[in-house]
């Protein structure tokens, strides 16, 4: 962290605060010291990292609201007045936009102009960071990484959605938060998050996860697929990050879309990391007899030149140690310890390779 004590006693809005990412962050900022106020609907899935790490016992206000009801969620801003916002509630699965695409947009787009709207309404806000993904690329497949001027696209209804956001996020800034008014806006877009407590469907981790607690074996849908695998933390601590500098005296340097992104070495296949998870775990796995039909990209690589310069962001876990981590997390969590311990410990370790 550029200064732990800034976030002492900051009054936060978390969007999505009971979802994987957004439990983290309320466990990170809390530990800072910081105000956190989460609004969200219930945790998607059972179990969950929400109520496994105890979070809503961290949190100065805990709200269950869907951000499509931009009334509620105004009365909302303006009851908790927040200094920060951060924006992660989310539809976040590709495979369920297929299933669900108007739900997809709902959320993903609208849902996040209704929270840029809220802001506009709202004077206390200085520093917002609108969460969006990797995805929200014009995938060429290449070979090379992804930099932030690099156009936007997405060929699913989850990956599109996430661009549309971004271009949300673009005129709000434009129209509402430049020069004539001390509210800094950025864009966050982060590679493929693992660590302890996703129970997501269709998710690489927690697939292995239930096949190990349920002696089954996991089927991978793209095993040949390269994606830019990181642990959740690392993308936490650029979000943290990146709104202490919009809080800065330079904020409007630093509103503007970011990569947070593993090193290129740790941009590997899902078979690979499927290997490595399941010997870890001791779970059988098979690949697919032929090709799944809804499309997912086969390569996806992520720049983060820019955070690494301007912001000092640096992935600190290599790829193994992330997977151990990770591991480690599920491992705990079956054992029946105390997850809220074990996850500070996790920040912890993870704080220390940061300021080493």
Not at 12 to 34: Q, V
Not at 39 to 50: E, R
Request: glycine content about 6%; aromatic content about 10%.
């Amino acid at each position: 962290m550029k200064d732990d004590m800034l976030w002492k006693n900051k009054r936060i809005l978390l969007t999505g605060h009971t979802g994987f990412k957004g439990s983290w962050l309320s466990l990170w900022l809390a530990d800072l010291g910081a105000e956190v106020h989460g609004v969200a609907l219930p945790p998607a899935t059972q179990p969950n990292l929400y109520n496994t790490a105890r979070i809503p016992t961290l949190l100065a206000s805990d709200t269950y609201l869907d951000i499509c009801n931009l009334t509620e969620l105004k009365k909302l801003i303006n009851t908790v007045k927040p200094e920060v916002v951060f924006h992660l509630a989310a539809q976040s699965l590709v495979q369920y936009s297929y299933d669900a695409p108007i739900e997809t947009y709902a959320v993903n787009v609208m849902g996040t102009a209704n929270v840029l709207e809220a802001i506009r309404c709202c004077d206390a806000v200085r520093a917002a960071v609108i969460v969006t993904t990797d995805k929200c690329y014009e995938n060429r497949e290449w070979i090379y990484p992804y930099r932030e001027p690099d156009r936007l696209g997405g060929i699913d209804p989850y990956s599109n959605s996430k661009a549309c956001a971004e271009l949300v996020s673009a005129a709000y800034r434009a129209s509402f938060f430049s020069s004539s008014r001390n509210m800094h806006l950025a864009t966050a877009r982060a590679g493929n998050v693992i660590g302890g407590g996703d129970w997501a469907d269709n998710r690489l981790i927690p697939d292995c996860v239930r096949a190990f607690s349920s002696s089954g074996s996991v089927t991978l849908r793209y095993p040949q697929a390269v994606r830019p695998w990181q642990h959740v933390l690392e993308s936490i601590h650029g979000y943290i990050l990146l709104a202490e500098h919009l809080l800065g005296e330079n904020g409007s340097r630093f509103a503007e879309a970011w990569n947070f992104g593993p090193r290129v070495e740790d941009m590997r296949p899902v078979g690979e990391i499927a290997n490595r998870v399941c010997h870890l775990l001791n779970v059988p796995y098979h690949m697919p007899a032929q090709a799944h039909e809804r499309h997912e990209a086969s390569l996806l690589l992520l720049d983060s030149t820019k955070a690494k310069e301007y912001l000092k962001w640096t992935p600190r876990w290599q790829l193994q140690k992330t997977i151990t981590e990770t591991v480690e997390w599920y491992r705990h969590w079956l054992e029946g310890n105390d997850m809220l311990q074990f996850s500070q410990s996790q920040i912890k370790r993870y704080q220390e390779a940061a300021n080493g």
